[in-house]
């Protein structure tokens, strides 16, 4: 069984024996178009120094604060202290409004990051020189008189956050320097990683994995972040994948959404230790009761529609909606409010297939002048798209779903739809002795959410050994055909996911339901 496991994973992962080991090589240094215009722009406010008026726009998310981080702190070590801007509201990327404010700041350098690759036309008005540092698929000219593009897509067919591009920029702007690379030592690829995990890309690819294994369950993490953790009470305040999606990110996210994402910033560039104050109740009823107004309106095959329009809801709430009905449902999902005939809003995929080409190639075919676009990554994105089409976008997301061979990548036990690997339960233990389980739980801690392996099987009612609660959240302890596992509900659909994740403590295994 190891063997055929082994070559099954192989087949699904090309980076393989990085996830289940340690990746030895540095990363080559990466070189980005236009660099040599952004290394001038970054050499003129480095010489003037402290007197250097430089202001960040940063994206409203976490790789949007994330990058922001990095290169606020960067830009600190030599002395600059740069005004952070932050849209108010979920939209994303710098607009008309700030044409006037910046215009008259008088300013050396405007650095907008992890968005605005598109808006050439918004770049234009400014008065000072920009530099965009991006990953999104850009479009237009890169590089004019008075702005300048840096972005991932034009150079790497690998993956990257935005964290890790402005990250990668600043060490290829180092060495052009001929200095030390500090920033390795500092830990700020750290913040890099915390990106990676909340950006739906795949992650599977040598420099990704790189920075990932100096990473999670790190001991010794940089100092923001290792004060973020601590206040946080994360499960053993390190870097893990579960601690930052399931602790940091949806403390920032919550304040994103209620339209605090001023604070959310402040808080994690300035005063990390009291990151707490984004835990308010108001944060959490608002969004429980945004999903609560959410109700399928349209279901064609594989993909649910959710129509919030006349709801009063905002659309910054699309988003985690999207993903709520996802899960809930097993489908893909569509969450938005039609406008003049368009439908605007969020989508989220429940497989790692590329939604985002199939959805844009439908836009280029059919209405390729009409204003349609879809913003984002693979499986998570914005969109406007024509409101009378619903049926025929369900049919692109049905085609590209088959892509899928089946639904589970690994089934457990009998009496239930096979998956692309089957374990008979009497082979079990020697899935747990040949390591298998172990290989699958470092796996799940170097990949994103959209790529983890689960396991499915069918529900034996199984018991809980142990009820408790920790920091207000109710923790239940199953043993699943000797598999000790962590639950956060009493298990009781007809089926059960099993996650194994590797952690600082080891091997953790959680139980949840699959609907």
């Given at each position: 069984m190891?063997?055929e ?5 192989r087949?699904i ?6 996830l289940v080991?340690?990746?030895q ?12 215009k ?17 202001a ?14 990095i290169?606020?702190?960067f ?7 740069p ?20 215009n008259?700041?008088?300013?050396d350098?405007?650095?907008v ?7 050439q ?24 008189e008075n702005?300048?593009?840096i972005?991932?897509?034009e ?13 990668e920029?600043?060490?290829a ?17 750290q ?14 690819t ?8 100096r990473?999670i369950?790190a ?9 973020i ?15 930052v ?29 009291n ?25 064609y ?15 910054a ?5 999207a ?11 569509f969450?938005y409010?039609?406008?003049?005939g368009?439908?605007l809003?969020?989508?989220?995929g ?5 939604y ?12 390729p002048?009409?204003?349609?676009y ?6 998570a ?5 024509p ?13 590209e ?5 089946t639904k ?22 020697v ?14 801690a170097?990949?994103?959410?959209a ?11 199984f018991?809980?050994?142990e009820e ?47 609907y």
């Amino acid at each position: 069984m190891e063997k055929e496991f082994e070559k099954f994973l192989r087949g699904i992962y090309k980076e393989y024996d990085c996830l289940v080991g340690m990746t030895q090589e540095r990363p080559c240094i990466c070189n980005f178009r236009y660099e040599d215009k952004a290394f001038d722009l970054l050499d003129m406010v480095l010489r003037k120094g402290r007197l250097s008026q430089v202001a960040i726009h940063i994206d409203v998310d976490v790789d949007g604060i994330g990058s922001g981080y990095i290169m606020n702190k960067f830009l600190k070590h030599y002395g600059i202290k740069p005004k952070l801007m932050i849209n108010k509201d979920k939209k994303h990327g710098i607009t008309e409004k700030y044409v006037e404010t910046v215009n008259g700041m008088k300013l050396d350098l405007l650095i907008v990051l992890d968005s605005s690759s598109g808006k050439q036309d918004i770049l234009s008005k400014f008065n000072c020189p920009v530099l965009v540092i991006d990953h999104h698929n850009p479009t237009g000219e890169l590089r004019k008189e008075n702005f300048t593009i840096i972005n991932s897509v034009e150079n790497y067919k690998e993956t990257m956050s935005c964290g890790l591009v402005v990250y990668e920029f600043l060490r290829a702007y180092l060495a052009y320097r001929g200095e030390a690379e500090w920033i390795y030592e500092d830990k700020l690829y750290q913040w890099a990683v915390v990106t990676l995990f909340t950006d739906v890309i795949t992650l599977d690819t040598k420099r990704n994995q790189f920075y990932l294994d100096r990473s999670i369950c790190a001991i010794d993490l940089e100092k923001n972040l290792k004060a973020i953790l601590e206040t946080i009470h994360a499960y053993g305040e390190t870097l893990s994948k579960s601690n930052v999606n399931y602790s940091f990110a949806p403390l920032i996210n919550r304040a994103i959404r209620a339209g605090d994402s001023a604070i959310a910033l402040n808080l994690t560039v300035n005063e990390p230790e009291n990151i707490n104050k984004l835990m308010q109740e108001k944060y959490k009823k608002l969004q429980e009761e945004a999903v609560l107004k959410a109700e399928k309106t349209n279901e064609y095959k594989t993909s649910t529609f959710i129509d919030m329009t006349g709801k009063g809801v905002s659309g910054a709430y699309n988003g985690i909606i999207a993903s709520k009905v996802k899960d809930k449902y097993d489908k893909s999902a569509f969450v938005y409010s039609e406008v003049d005939g368009c439908a605007l809003g969020s989508f989220r995929g429940r497989y790692p297939v590329n939604y985002y080409d199939a959805i844009n190639k439908y836009i280029e075919e059919k209405y390729p002048t009409q204003g349609y676009y879809v913003g984002g990554h693979q499986g998570a994105f914005g969109y406007k798209l024509p409101a009378n089409k619903l049926e025929e976008i369900a049919e692109v997301v049905y085609e590209e779903e088959q892509n899928i061979s089946t639904k589970w990548l690994v089934t457990l036990g009998d009496g239930i739809e096979k998956g692309q690997f089957h374990i008979n339960v009497e082979d079990l233990d020697v899935f747990i002795r040949t390591h298998s389980i172990y290989e699958l739980a470092l796996m799940n801690a170097k990949l994103c959410s959209a790529e983890q392996v689960q396991i499915v099987l069918k529900n034996k009612q199984f018991p809980f050994k142990e009820e408790k609660t920790i920091t207000n959240k109710t923790i239940y302890r199953y043993d699943i055909y000797g598999i000790g596992c962590l639950g956060f509900i009493e298990l009781k659909s007809e089926y059960i996911l099993l996650y194994p994740e590797w952690s600082i403590s080891g091997l953790v295994v959680y139980a949840k339901e699959l609907y």
